[in-house]
């Protein structure tokens, strides 16, 4: 089914799309070494980034430390790029799991909305349930779940998930909404497709595209709040890398004018966010028909 | 023969408050083997719902529908997914009825891949086979629906109608949305198709011209009725009911010589919300209603040879 031919014919589409747009180039960029990182960073570090020096530390940045030490008298860094993997896992595998158990719940949810029978009620207690999930704001539940279960990247992966899966979810039900009245789900019908069949057939690869576009966002989000709970403490402990508490650590030394321990973490997790969101958005482009015509005949410019 | 016959369908749509839309009120026609019968009248008479109901995409209210015989209104799952092959429809938005994510190949081989042909060769067989019946070419299956042009998707929405061999195909306004230059191309194709499959239409549309050219036995409708019903060529020649004639005095020819007498309708078609069915429903526009207009429903009755309406004024006559 996925031939050579249809992804050369999709590579040239992205090299076309990059081409024309600097700044989703420059987030696709980021992204790719992010994974990278997040694949050899901690094998490529100068210094261990979980061992610390004695005596050596709050160094400004140096030949030696290139962002300095932190109070532990470890290399900054080191930390820092370690930090990709520790970050990236968690958010992404958090904001997959968001996408792959609300998506197809949305769908059902949309498509079913408002109809009898054992779907429609399927529908129902999917949103009455989501309604209990988004009473408790985040961070709240985020720190419920770490003190019921331990603060662990396991725990934190399932919270981020747990977080959006609600967004996720509502996002796709209002497209399928929205889709199920349109002729082509009447054809499907018309032709014998099951109901199932056109829920999961016909509407989900209309309804994607947006909730796709929110994993980006997603993942940024799962960055942030893996950093704000482990900023509080209730997320990774110190010794793993990790840019939340790397930056939390570091706010005590940044009134005293030692600004680097907060300042390079927080800059790498900024600039992970924000190529997240880029790759969010040339993917949105990338799988919709329309865009890659318009992109092969060159009439986007 | 007959291949379709529906009696007295009635289609009503809950609103709140206990109050209903009454869409179709007791509509009867048959549909012959190999046969056209065209469904017209304005927007909201009830036409696309008929459509809908034979489609069994929309339950009837009340009534029967004889697919060769067989009510299909109350029907078993297998028995469901047999029908679906037998009965197919056509959508009036050539774009829209086309999953814009799918490729036409995707698009006609979706039909038989939910009635079971497994083979991928024979349904690709079965496909290149169909695409030449639509007159178009292999380099149409690797396209999305956006780069055909309307005539062309509309061409692709015939061919899943057509693909599984149906006897029947609702056409719901196939031509209404497309440009003037598709429109005769589409009408000569689906009377192709006909000739060629033997296979029966009802199309429905508003628009006269295209109606007269494929159908063998015309329906207008009114208010959730039928109110007339003959072959084109009598219907149109000698249109009896008042609606019939308002409709065709409202439609221009192509013909500079042909002068047609009748009378503007004036006003709204009347709300179908909670309709009583005890009077006739166009009495309120009928420029000869009398008191007995108001007071029942008239029925259809034989006017001419194999020529039918439905018009009180018409009962006093003879």
Not at chain 1, 3 to 13: C, G, P, V
Not at chain 1, 112 to 139: C, E, H, N, T
Not at chain 2, 115 to 120: D, E, H, P
Not at chain 2, 231 to 242: I, L
Request: aromatic content about 8%; hydrophobic content about 45%; glycine content about 8%.
């Amino acid at each position: 089914m996925f031939s050579a031919t249809t992804s050369q014919i999709r590579d040239s589409h992205l090299v076309l799309y990059l081409k024309s747009h600097p700044l989703q180039a420059f987030g696709f960029a980021v992204s790719i070494i992010s994974i990278v990182m997040a694949i050899i960073g901690p094998y490529i570090v100068p210094h261990s980034p979980t061992l610390g020096v004695p005596g050596k530390h709050l160094l400004p940045p140096s030949h030696e430390y290139w962002f300095g030490t932190d109070v532990n008298g470890m290399c900054i860094f080191s930390r820092t790029i370690a930090a990709y993997r520790t970050d990236l896992v968690i958010a992404v595998v958090g904001a997959l799991m968001a996408l792959f158990i609300g998506a197809p719940l949305g769908i059902i949810a949309g498509y079913f909305d408002g109809k009898s029978g054992f779907w429609g009620s399927v529908s129902l207690a999917i949103l009455r349930i989501m309604d209990v999930i988004q009473a408790f704001p985040v961070f709240v539940l985020g720190l419920l779940l770490v003190a019921a279960f331990g603060p662990s990247p396991q725990n934190l992966i399932f919270m981020i998930a747990v977080a959006n899966i609600p967004g996720n979810l509502r996002l796709a039900r209002s497209e399928a909404i929205s889709l199920r009245e349109k002729d082509f789900v009447e054809s499907a019908r018309a032709v014998g497709n099951s109901e199932l069949r056109i829920a999961f057939h016909h509407i989900l690869p209309n309804a994607i595209t947006p909730v796709i576009a929110l994993l980006s966002v997603v993942m940024g989000f799962g960055i942030l709040l893996t950093a704000g709970l482990s900023f509080v403490g209730a997320g990774v402990r110190v010794p793993t890398p990790e840019w939340g508490s790397m930056i939390a650590s570091g706010g005590t030394t940044m009134i005293t004018g030692q600004w680097w321990p907060s300042f390079f973490p927080g800059l790498f997790m900024a600039l992970t966010i924000f190529g997240f969101s880029m790759l969010g958005e040339i993917i949105t482009v990338l799988i919709d028909p329309l865009e890659r015509i318009k992109l092969s005949s060159g009439s986007d410019t | 023969m007959q291949i379709l016959e529906v009696k007295n369908l009635h289609k009503r749509f809950p609103i709140k408050k206990g109050r209903s839309v009454y869409a179709v009120n007791g509509v009867d026609f048959t549909v012959e083997q190999g046969q056209t019968l065209g469904l017209v009248g304005e927007s909201g008479c009830g036409k696309t719902t008929v459509g809908r109901c034979v489609c069994h995409l929309l339950e009837p209210t009340e009534g029967e529908i004889l697919f060769r015989g067989k009510d299909i209104v109350r029907l078993s799952k297998p028995g469901l997914k047999n029908l679906r092959k037998e009965i197919q429809i056509v959508f009036q938005d050539p774009y829209g009825s086309l999953n814009p994510r799918k490729l036409v190949r995707q698009i006609l081989e979706e039909p038989l891949i939910v009635n079971g042909v497994n083979a991928k060769d024979r349904r690709l067989r079965r496909v290149a086979e169909i695409l030449a019946m639509i007159e178009l070419d292999n380099g149409y299956l690797e396209k999305y629906p956006i780069q055909l042009t309307q005539g062309e998707q509309q061409r692709v929405s015939i061919a899943r109608a057509f693909i599984t061999n149906p006897r029947l195909v609702v056409l719901d306004e196939p031509t209404s949305l497309l440009d003037v230059r598709f429109r005769g191309e589409i009408v000569l194709l689906l009377k192709r198709l006909q000739r060629e499959t033997g296979c029966s239409y009802i199309f429905i549309s508003h628009d006269l011209n295209v109606v007269y050219q494929i159908s063998h036995r015309i329906a207008v409708m009114y208010l959730g009725r039928v109110v007339e019903e003959g072959p084109p060529d009598t219907v149109f020649d000698t249109p009896n009911h008042p609606y019939t004639q308002a409709l065709l005095a409202a439609t221009l020819f192509p013909d500079p010589d042909q002068r047609r007498t009748g009378f503007a309708l004036k006003g709204e078609v009347p709300s179908p919300v909670n309709l009583q069915n005890d009077q006739c429903n166009f009495a309120s526009r009928c420029p000869s209603a009398r008191d007995v207009c108001f007071e029942s429903s008239p029925k259809l009755r034989i006017v001419g040879e194999d020529h039918y309406s439905a018009c009180h004024e018409q009962e006093s006559n003879t």
